[in-house]
């Protein structure tokens, strides 16, 4: 069965990943996310999709309530 919920947080969820500079995915990324069964997150910001962010970096901003909503 498909993991509806991986460590709190679920797909859609608005969300603010700090990863540090050793990593391949290095920087401030916010935006939406999709989350991976293994851990691993993937988030969709205005500019460019990152894949394979780990969940000890993430942190929930806004939960995803169906609406798409525009950062200024």
């Given amino acids: 069965m498909r993991q509806r919920q991986v460590r709190g947080l679920k797909t859609g969820d608005r969300v603010r990943a ?5 990593l391949k995915t290095a920087g401030i990324h916010v935006g939406r996310v999709q989350v991976r069964k293994s851990g691993s997150f993937s988030i969709k910001t205005r500019d460019k999709d990152m894949d394979g962010i780990s969940a000890s970096y993430v942190h929930l901003i806004q ?3 169906g609406y798409e909503y525009t950062v200024a």
């Fill in 18 to 22: 700090v990863v540090p500079a050793k």
């Fill in 63 to 65: 939960r995803g309530d």
